[in-house]
Structures are given as C-alpha cells and as structure tokens.
C-alpha cells in the first residue's frame, strides 16, 4: 500500500512538472510574440522615417501639393511607434537606452526637416548631407534595435523548442511511471484480493465452530460466576457464626461492667487501699471503651457481611424481563424517597416521554433508587439540592441519565467510586462503599455499563446504558 500511495504520488509529482513545463512553454511562446511586436513596432519607425523624407523631397521639388499633410502624418506615425516600443521593452535596460536615443534623434531630424521646409531656407549641399546623415543615424539606430531583438529572438525561440522538448519527455516519463504504478496496483491489490480470500476462508472455518465455542465459553463463564456467588454466599455465612458469638460475648462483657464498676467503688469506700488507680482506671474507662470498639467493629463486620450475602442474593436471582414504564418507574423510586426528599428540600425532575424497555423491574429499581440516594445523600452545602432523571434512545439500547448538582466525584476517582468498599471524597456521610459496586454489578447482569461524568463541586451525571431489550444471561455475559 505505500508502494502504490508512493507511485501516485510521483505520478501527482510527474503530472505537476508538465504542467509547470507547459507553463513555461506558454511563457516562452509569449515572448517569442513579444520579440515580434517589437519587431514590427521599429519596422514602423523604419517606414515612418522613409514616409518623411519622401514627404519632405516632394515639399522641396512640388510634386505634390499635400505634402506638408503628409509629413505630419509621417511623423506622428514615428513617434507613436517610439512610444509603443519604448512601452513594450521597458523590461529592457539596453532597448530604453536606445529608444531614448532614437527619440532624441527623431526629434533632431523633424526640427532639421520641418526648417528646411520653410519658404526661405536655403537649399545648400552641404546642409542637404548633414540632414541626410542625420536621418541615416535614425535608421541605423533602428537597424541596431531591430538586431538585438533578432538575438532575443533566437534565444527565446531556441528556450521554447527546449521547453517544448522537455514537455514531451516529461510526458513520456508520466506515461511510463504510471504504466509502472498501474503494474504495482495490480499486484498488490491481486496480492491483498489473495490474501483476503485466504482470510476469508480462515474465518468461515473459524465461523463453522464458534458458536459451540461460545456456548462453551459461556457455560464456564456462567459456571465460574456460580462458584463466585457461592464462595461469596459461604464465606459470608461463615463469618457470621463466629461474628454472632463475638457479639453475644461482648453483649455478657457489657453487662458485666455495671457490676464490676459497683464492686470497685464499694470496695473503693470500704477499703480504699484495696483499688490502685491502674485498677480504677481500667475497670472504669479502659474496659467501657474497649468494649465499646468491639462492638462498633463488630457491627461494621455484620454491615458488611450482610452487604455482600445481598451482592450474592442478586448474582443467584432470575432476571425475568419485562416491558417497563420508565416514567412510571423512575416517579414510583422517586415517590419511595419522598420523605427523604422534601425534608431536605430537593428538587426531584423526570424528564417526561422516556422510551419504554424490556428488563428486570427490581434490578432497575434497584439501580435507580441507588443512584436518587447518592444524590440526595451527597449535596452541596449552602445549594438547593436537584435531581433529574431523563433517558434517551441508540440503536438497540437505552441510555438513562440520573443527573444532580451535588458535591460531584473528582475525575481521578471516576472509575474507583465502583469498586467494592470504595468511596470518594469527604466521609461525612454513613455507607459501606457497596452501593454504587452493586449498581454496577445490577447493570452488567442486565447486558450493560454504568459511566459517569462528573468534576468537583459541579455536581455528577451517572449514565445507564441498557439494551433495549434484555436476551438473556448469555448476552449479559458477553
């Protein structure tokens, strides 16, 4: 392929280069006819030179009686040609100093022949050959004209037959490398064309087991997440044995403080010797607290083990797709958070006309009441807090945005916020970190992705790319 864009671009390169060689030709063709307008320009002044003396000898014998007339003509016919030869070689150095040379001498000859013309001049010989001679000097200067244009022609004749040359061999060039390029397209496109049938079979081979491939690598996937959810479901439940055991004791160590506190401080007003201060210290503060951290820990731990028992729960659950209402289910979550809602005076927008889908009800519930929560947890202080829901069409899929003008999630933390146990930003709020894992985790389950665009201080969009008609685990899977 660069083979052939490199011979069309020498062929561009080819073609470019007789196009200049044309151009230079035209140029040399135009001077040549340059060369010949000056040509005849100083052949007119040579005429007009001749029409003046023929005028000026017919005054001095009265052949005829117009010939006054006739040498006025003459001479304005002689210095319109010096004018329109000086115009046309003012590109010339040489020639304007010759046509200012001739334009002088011109003028010498008319004062010299217009006062031999008078009535009362004297007709000597002797002023009859300077005269002459003067007339002769305007024809020599005219020859010489005529000769340096004669170079001039020959010079640009000669660069037009070679620019003419140079075109023809050019063309020729032109012709030849793009035989040459035609020759490499043709093998490389025959080369590619064989290349691509091979393909081609390769892939229909390929093609003829993929679908038991797929089945295949389906079942394993379906068979691997199974084995997730159960080892998830298990380590889960036994954990809690353990858990509820420590829980039950630490319940017997709390009450067992009341009494031993009791005991210190009655033995404390018997026998104060009896209690050291290490003692009362540990039976008063020491003991309460460390108590007291056993159990906010062990609540956390319940927290959490009953968090991932739902993840497990909604990984084992049946998908079972139906035709959904989105303006009716995403008013029904927002109805659910009413009171939560309107007692931190939040804004609640649905965006009216949503498409409909075919999914799972709950999973979408779910999704959406996660995400209204987050944004009705995480606003920004000292702004009115809004929420809108909105959603729009692709081929084949849903978009639903859940959109707000919250705290908003730092680019840098975009992709984290989704991971289990996760947060972002200030922790000011109660949460585990698994809410937004277990929308993401509901949105692959529904064969599709969970996006969010969001800066700091700006508020947050998160995106729910849905198909628009859920086909299946094997789809989600895929």
């Known amino acids: 392929m660069l083979f052939v864009v490199l011979g069309f671009g020498l062929v561009m390169f080819a073609g470019l280069a007789a196009l200049g060689v044309m151009l230079r030709g035209e140029e040399q063709s135009r001077l040549v006819d340059h060369t010949y307008q000056v040509e005849r320009e100083v052949s007119t002044i040579r005429l007009a030179l001749e029409e003046m003396r023929s005028a000026r000898r017919g005054f001095a014998l009265r052949l005829r009686f117009d010939s006054a007339s006739s040498y006025g003509d003459a001479t304005r016919k002689l210095h319109t040609a010096i004018d329109?030869?000086?115009?046309?070689?003012?590109?010339?150095?040489?020639?304007q100093r010759n046509v200012n040379e001739l334009r002088r001498l011109a003028n010498e000859l008319d004062s010299v022949f217009r006062a031999s013309m008078n009535p009362g001049a004297q007709r000597l010989a002797e002023t009859e050959a300077e005269r002459q001679q003067l007339a002769q000097n305007v024809e020599n200067?005219?020859?010489?004209?005529?000769?340096?244009?004669r170079e001039l022609l020959l010079e640009r004749a000669k660069a037009r037959d070679d620019s003419v040359t140079l075109f023809y061999v050019v063309l020729f060039a032109t012709g030849v490398l793009l035989a040459l390029v035609a020759a490499g397209s043709i093998w490389v496109i025959r080369r590619y064309t064989g290349e691509l049938v091979e393909s081609r079979e390769e892939l229909r081979s390929l093609n003829e087991n993929l679908e038991d491939a797929v089945a295949i690598r389906t079942t394993d996937l379906q068979r691997a997440n199974d084995e997730i959810q159960r080892f998830a479901y298990i380590v889960s439940h036994d954990l809690r044995s353990p858990l509820v055991n420590v829980m039950g004791f630490t319940a017997e160590l709390e009450a067992a403080i009341g009494p031993l506190q009791g005991f210190v401080q009655d033995v404390s007003r018997e026998k104060p010797e009896l209690v050291t201060e290490e003692v009362r210290l540990a039976v008063e503060e020491d003991l309460p607290e460390s108590v007291g951290f056993i159990r906010t820990s062990t609540h956390k731990m319940d927290r959490l083990i009953n968090a991932i028992l739902r993840l497990s729960r909604e990984g084992r659950r049946t998908i079972v797709p139906e035709k959904l209402d989105l303006d009716r289910l995403a008013n029904g979550v927002i109805d659910n958070l009413r009171h939560r809602i309107d007692e931190l005076g939040v804004t609640a927008d649905i965006v009216p006309g949503m498409p409909r889908i075919v999914t799972d009800r709950l999973a979408l519930e779910q999704i959406l009441s996660n995400l209204v929560e987050n944004a009705v947890k995480y606003l920004k202080p000292g702004r009115p807090g809004e929420v809108s829901i909105s959603a729009t069409t692709a081929p084949g899929r849903v978009l639903i945005s859940v959109a707000d003008n919250g705290r908003g999630v730092d680019r840098r933390d975009h992709d984290r916020i989704f991971d289990l146990f996760r947060r972002s930003g200030e922790q000011d709020q109660p949460g585990e970190g698994i809410g937004l894992a277990h929308v993401r985790a509901l949105a692959y389950r529904l064969g599709g992705t969970i996006s969010v665009e969001s800066e700091?201080?700006?508020?947050?969009?998160?995106?729910?790319n849905l198909p628009a008609i859920y086909t299946g685990e094997k789809a989600a899977l895929s």
């Open 456 to 464: 700091l201080d700006k508020g947050s969009t998160f995106i729910i």
């Open 84 to 95: 329109h030869v000086s115009t046309l070689t003012r590109d010339n150095p040489a020639q």
């Open 141 to 149: 200067l005219a020859i010489r004209m005529v000769a340096v244009e």
